[in-house]
C-alpha cells in the first residue's frame, strides 16, 4: 500500500521534471489525434446509410447498413476495371521501378571517375524533386501528337504516322511506368549506394587476390552485403503496393494523365475514390471502397514484415 | 591513362563500357527534357507548335516570361505558393522538430504508447473522404489555412529526428539546464545549432512538398484567389489534355504566345528554385534520410 504511494509520488515527480518535455509531445499528439485519428472515427460512414445532407453527426445517429456498400462495389460494373488497373500497373511498378535503383547504383560505385560519378549522381535525382504536375507537362510536350518524339520519329521516318501516347489505352500502363523509373530511380539509389559504400573494402581485394573477376565480386560481395537494405526498401514498398509502390504515385499518375481515351486502363480504386466521393457526394460507397484498399495494404505489409523478420532478421517493426 | 586501359582483362573493359553508355544514358534523359522546357520557354510560341526544336530556340523571345509574370492569375499562383511554403515550411519544421526532440527521451512517460500511436498513423488512416469530412468540420475548407495546418505534424521526420537526436550527448542538455536555461531555450540554443543535417533535409522536403503540393487546392479549395502555381499548371494540363486527341494549342490573340509556351514558363519558374537549392542541401539530406532509413 505505502509502496504504491511512494512509486505514485515518484511517477508523478518525474512527470514534473519532464513537464516541458510532455508538453512538447502532447502538442504533436493532439495534431495526430484530430487529423489522423478522427478520421479513422469516420471511417464507419462506410457501414452507414449515411448522406452529406445529414451534417457531421449524422455519421453516428443515421442507420447502419453493414456491408452493403462492400457488397456494392463488388457489383459495380466498374470493379473489374479498377482492380485490374490497380494490381497490373502497381505490380509492374514493383518489377521495373524497384530494381532499377538497385541496378543504378552498382553501377555507379563500380564507376572509376569520382567526379562523373557525383555529376550523374546529382543530376539523376532532380526528378524526384518535382512536382508530378511538371512530369505530366513535360511529358506532355513530349509525347503528344505534336510533341518532340513524335516530331523526330516521323521526320526520321521510323514513324509513318504519329503516335499518341498519352491518349492511347495500350500504352498508359507503359507510360506510367516508364515515368515512374524517370522520376524516381535517382533517388532510391542514394540509399543503396549508401549500403554498398559500407562494404568491407578488404572482402574486395580477398577476392581480386583469389582471382574473382568484377561481375564475379559484385554477385558475391556487394549484392550479399546491402541484402539488409534491399530487404527494408522491399518491405517500404509492398507497403504502398497499390499507392504506387516506393513513391506512391499511382493516384498523381492516374489523375494528371487519365483521359478519356485511355480511361479503360488508366482508372484505378484510388483515383475511383476521389471520383464518387467528392464529384458525385456518394460519402458512405466512397469511404467503403477507399477502406478495402487501405485493409489490403494494412495486410500486406504486416505479413511481409513477419516474413522478413524470420527469414532475414531485418525488419521495420 | 592509356597504359592502365590496356592492362585491363576484357571482362573490366566490357564493363566498364556498359556502365559509362548506361550512365550517360541516364544523364542525358534526366537532363535534356528539362533543358527542352527551357529552350521552348524562351521561344515564340506559335513557332514552337511547329515542331523541330531541339538543341536552341529558333526565335528567341521572352514574350513567355513577360506574359507569365504580367497575368495576375499566374502573379497571385506564384505569390499563394510562396507564401504557403514559407509559412508552412515553419510551422511543420517547428512542431516536428520539438515533437522528435521530446520523444527522444529514453526515460519519457508513455513513450512506448506515444511511438505506437506515431506508427500506427504512418501506415493506417481513413482515407480522403472522411478526411475531408473533417477538415469541412473544423472549418478549414477554402482557406488558405488548409495548406498549412493539417499536414504541420511530419510523422516520417518525426521519427528521423528521434533517431538523430538520440545521438546527441545528454549531457549537454543537462549542462545547460543547470544552467538554468529553460527546456526550450536548452533547445534552441544547444541542441538545434548541433542538428544542422537533420533540420536542413526536413526543411528541404517539407518545403518541396509544399511547393510542389496542388492536390489539396484541387479538393479543399475553390476559392480561386487561393490557387497555387501547382494547381495552375496543372488545370493547363487538363485543358490541353482534351487537345491530345486534336492538336490545335490554344493561341491568344495578337501574341506569339500560346497556352503550352506559357506553360513552359510557368514550369521553369517551378523548376528553378528546386534546382537552385537541392544541390547545396545534398549533403545533408544523404546522411539525414540515411538515417531514417537504416534505422531498424
Known amino acids: 500500500m505505502s509502496k504504491g504511494k511512494v512509486t505514485g509520488c515518484k511517477y508523478f515527480h518525474a512527470l514534473k521534471k519532464q513537464f516541458s518535455l510532455q508538453i512538447f509531445v502532447w502538442v504533436g499528439l493532439i495534431y495526430l489525434f484530430v487529423f489522423s485519428y478522427l478520421p479513422m472515427v469516420g471511417l464507419v460512414m462506410g457501414f452507414k446509410d449515411y448522406d452529406i445532407v445529414d451534417g457531421v453527426w449524422g455519421i453516428f445517429t443515421s442507420e447502419w447498413v453493414g456491408l452493403k456498400y462492400f457488397k456494392e462495389f463488388v457489383n459495380d460494373v466498374m470493379f473489374e476495371r479498377l482492380v485490374r488497373n490497380t494490381i497490373a500497373i502497381s505490380v509492374l511498378k514493383m518489377i521495373f521501378t524497384f530494381p532499377m535503383p538497385i541496378i543504378f547504383a552498382v553501377m555507379l560505385s563500380e564507376m572509376r571517375s569520382l567526379k562523373y560519378k557525383k555529376l550523374v549522381q546529382t543530376c539523376s535525382y532532380l526528378p524526384h524533386f518535382i512536382s508530378w504536375v511538371v512530369v505530366a507537362g513535360i511529358s506532355f510536350h513530349f509525347f503528344s501528337l505534336k510533341g518532340i518524339i513524335n516530331t523526330l520519329l516521323v521526320n526520321t521516318r521510323l514513324l509513318q504516322e504519329p503516335i499518341s501516347y498519352l491518349s492511347d489505352k495500350d500504352l498508359y500502363w507503359a507510360m506510367a511506368v516508364f515515368l515512374d523509373v524517370w522520376k524516381e530511380m535517382g533517388w532510391w539509389t542514394i540509399v543503396f549506394l549508401a549500403a554498398i559504400a559500407g562494404v568491407n573494402h578488404e572482402l574486395h581485394e580477398a577476392a581480386a587476390i583469389d582471382g574473382a573477376g568484377r561481375l564475379k565480386r559484385i554477385w558475391h560481395i556487394t549484392l550479399p552485403s546491402i541484402k539488409p537494405t534491399v530487404v527494408i526498401v522491399l518491405i517500404l514498398a509492398i507497403g504502398n503496393l497499390f499507392g504506387g509502390g516506393l513513391s506512391g504515385s499511382n493516384f498523381e499518375q492516374s489523375y494528371l494523365l487519365g483521359n478519356s481515351m485511355n480511361s479503360e486502363t488508366s482508372d484505378i480504386i484510388q483515383t475511383y475514390v476521389y471520383e464518387v466521393g467528392l464529384s458525385q457526394g456518394r460519402y458512405a460507397y466512397a469511404t467503403a471502397v477507399g477502406l478495402i484498399q487501405s485493409v489490403i495494404s494494412l495486410i500486406l505489409i504486416l505479413n511481409c514484415n513477419f516474413i522478413s523478420k524470420k527469414i532475414s532478421g531485418s525488419s521495420l517493426f | 591513362m592509356l597504359e592502365k586501359w590496356k592492362k585491363k582483362n576484357t571482362e573490366d573493359k566490357i564493363i566498364d563500357v556498359v556502365i559509362y553508355l548506361f550512365c550517360t544514358l541516364v544523364l542525358f534523359i534526366t537532363i535534356y ?48 505558393s510562396v507564401l504557403r511554403t514559407v509559412i508552412g515550411t515553419g510551422l511543420s519544421v517547428m512542431l516536428t522538430t520539438l515533437v522528435a526532440y521530446g520523444l527522444s527521451f ?34 478549414l475548407i477554402n482557406t488558405f489555412a488548409v495548406y498549412v495546418i493539417p499536414g504541420a505534424l511530419n510523422t516520417f521526420f518525426v521519427l528521423v529526428g528521434i533517431a538523430f537526436f538520440e545521438d546527441i550527448p545528454p549531457s549537454l542538455r543537462e549542462s545547460a539546464k543547470i544552467d538554468g536555461a529553460t527546456e526550450i531555450n536548452a533547445f534552441r540554443k544547444i541542441i538545434l545549432p548541433l542538428s544542422k543535417p537533420y533540420v536542413a533535409t526536413c526543411v528541404l522536403f517539407v518545403g518541396v512538398n509544399q511547393w510542389n503540393n496542388w492536390f489539396d487546392t484541387a479538393i479543399f479549395v475553390r476559392d480561386k484567389t487561393l490557387s497555387t502555381l501547382s494547381f495552375l499548371m496543372m488545370q493547363v494540363i487538363n485543358s490541353t489534355q482534351v487537345s491530345a486527341t486534336a492538336p490545335e494549342h490554344g493561341i491568344s490573340i495578337a501574341s506569339t504566345t500560346t497556352t503550352l509556351s506559357i506553360q513552359a514558363a510557368a514550369m521553369m519558374v517551378a523548376t528553378l528554385p528546386i534546382i537552385c537549392i537541392y544541390p547545396f542541401l545534398q549533403k545533408y539530406f544523404v546522411s539525414g534520410i540515411m538515417i531514417g532509413s537504416v534505422k531498424e
Open chain 2, 106 to 139: 529514453r526515460h519519457l512517460k508513455g513513450r512506448k504508447i506515444y511511438m505506437v500511436l506515431i506508427i500506427i498513423s504512418m501506415y493506417f488512416g481513413g482515407g480522403i473522404i472522411p478526411y475531408y469530412t473533417l477538415l469541412r468540420t473544423l472549418g
Open chain 2, 33 to 80: 527534357p528539362f533543358y527542352y522546357i527551357l529552350i521552348i520557354s524562351f521561344n515564340e510560341g506559335i513557332d514552337a507548335s511547329l515542331g523541330g526544336i531541339y538543341w536552341l530556340p529558333r526565335k528567341f523571345t521572352l514574350d513567355n516570361y513577360s506574359d507569365f509574370f504580367t497575368d495576375t492569375k499566374w502573379l497571385n499562383g506564384l505569390w499563394v
